[in-house]
């Protein structure tokens, strides 16, 4: 394994923020830049480095760069909260439509039965019609009217 040395310089970006020229500061102390908020480790970290400061304007800005307050903390644990219970009712209102479309569909069955049951009974009179009319009609010729007993009995309604 190959020993490398320690030369590289952890350092919060962005490198603007710095009152000193920190690029020209790591070549005159031999370092390399390393931004320290996109990474985790610190291998081969360099023990001396130069003292730089953060500019006025920039202090306290990047919300990296500092901790949040426990106001901070507290309004965005009571935004969770609310998403949370919004999320909640949303979810009990789907349940909701849910029982009520299955519920519909039921129905919907048992009509399609009731209405398959009609249709098959207004077929079997239809029949019954075109025979009647068929033997030749001699009723109709008469003058004669079918009697309430001469016609099936449609299918009663379930529900």
């Not at 299955?102 to 249709?119: G, L």
């Amino acid at each position: 394994m190959e020993n490398v040395p320690a030369n590289i310089w952890y350092l919060p970006g962005p490198m603007f923020q710095y009152s000193e020229d920190v690029k020209a500061l790591a070549r005159q102390a031999g370092l390399k830049i390393i931004d320290a908020n996109m990474v985790v480790g610190r291998a081969n970290a360099a023990e001396n480095v130069p003292e730089v400061t953060i500019k006025a304007e920039y202090i306290d800005q990047g919300a990296g760069e500092r901790m949040p307050t426990m106001a901070e903390l507290t309004a965005a644990r009571a935004d969770l909260l609310a998403a949370h219970d919004d999320l909640q009712q949303r979810e009990y209102d789907l349940a909701a439509e849910r029982e009520r479309v299955v519920e519909q569909a039921r129905e919907n069955e048992a009509a399609a039965i009731r209405i398959s049951e009609q249709a098959a009974a207004n077929e079997a009179e239809a029949k019954r019609l075109r025979d009647e009319a068929a033997r030749g009609g001699v009723a109709q010729v008469a003058g004669a009217t079918p009697t309430p007993a001469d016609k099936p009995v449609k299918a009663a309604k379930t529900t």
